[in-house]
């Protein structure tokens, strides 16, 4: 008797055809699924950025820094009379009512009484006060004596840079809460889009310095988030460390 061997061959390269049709259709199908999540997804993120770099933009302006040397202790008054600064142009006169004097870690309160700037170092204070101004500085008022002589001291490094203002983070929450849907439109947020921010110090310590939350972020889908640290100027002209987080959905 003479057996008929049949080849499997065929019939098994035909499985494995088969079987790699229907793994693609499965990896068509899961992209065709999953594709529109993950352009959202990169949609948000985009907009997370954009929205970031609008708050911090919004938040921005100049604000100018000079050094004055005050080379002899102060008596026998405990203040200094810098009307030399005004004199002599080195601060616009619109500017007077917005400075900010400094000296290791300390800010002195100051009074304007044209021609005088007096600024309350203490008796005997001697060195670098550093002067900052800026139509975001709130100035700290003097009520001492008024009797300091003015006296030309050696002026330097005078130099503008933009900054992020506190002030100025205050009006933006200001306008989340009066008109969101405005500032939203302001800030070029698409529709159907919505989103919160908050300012941490540098410790992030709760509460945040500033919260413009409208709502509870949704628990039933994504909620993109970025903090970004920054350094900001507080309205008496100090510099300070902290963290912008911005949230998204």
Request: charged fraction near 20%; charge should be negative.
């Amino acid at each position: 008797m003479i057996k008929k061997i049949v080849s499997k061959k065929g019939t098994s390269h035909v499985g494995v055809v088969v079987s790699f049709v229907i793994f693609v259709t499965f990896l068509v199908f899961l992209y065709i699924i999953i594709q529109p999540v993950t352009v959202r997804e990169k949609d948000k993120d985009y907009i997370l950025d954009y929205l970031t770099l609008n708050l911090v933009g919004n938040s921005t302006g100049d604000l100018t820094t000079m050094i004055v040397n005050v080379v002899d202790p102060v008596e026998p008054h405990p203040c200094i009379n810098l009307q030399q600064i005004i004199h002599d142009d080195q601060i616009p006169g619109y500017m007077i009512n917005n400075l900010s004097f400094m000296a290791n870690g300390e800010t002195f309160t100051y009074s304007v009484s044209s021609p005088n700037i007096l600024v309350n170092t203490g008796y005997g204070f001697q060195g670098i006060i550093t002067i900052v101004y800026s139509e975001d500085i709130t100035p700290l008022a003097y009520d001492g004596e008024t009797g300091c002589n003015p006296k030309s001291y050696p002026v330097g490094y005078v130099k503008t840079f933009s900054e992020i203002f506190e002030t100025k983070m205050y009006e933006l929450n200001e306008s989340y809460y009066l008109d969101y849907e405005g500032l939203k439109a302001y800030l070029g947020i698409p529709k159907g889009t919505e989103f919160n921010f908050y300012i941490y110090d540098s410790q992030r310590s709760e509460p945040p310095i500033i919260k413009a939350e409208i709502q509870e972020p949704p628990t039933d889908r994504s909620v993109f988030v970025q903090e970004t640290p920054i350094q900001y100027v507080d309205e008496n002209g100090n510099r300070l460390f902290g963290f912008l987080m911005v949230e998204v959905w």
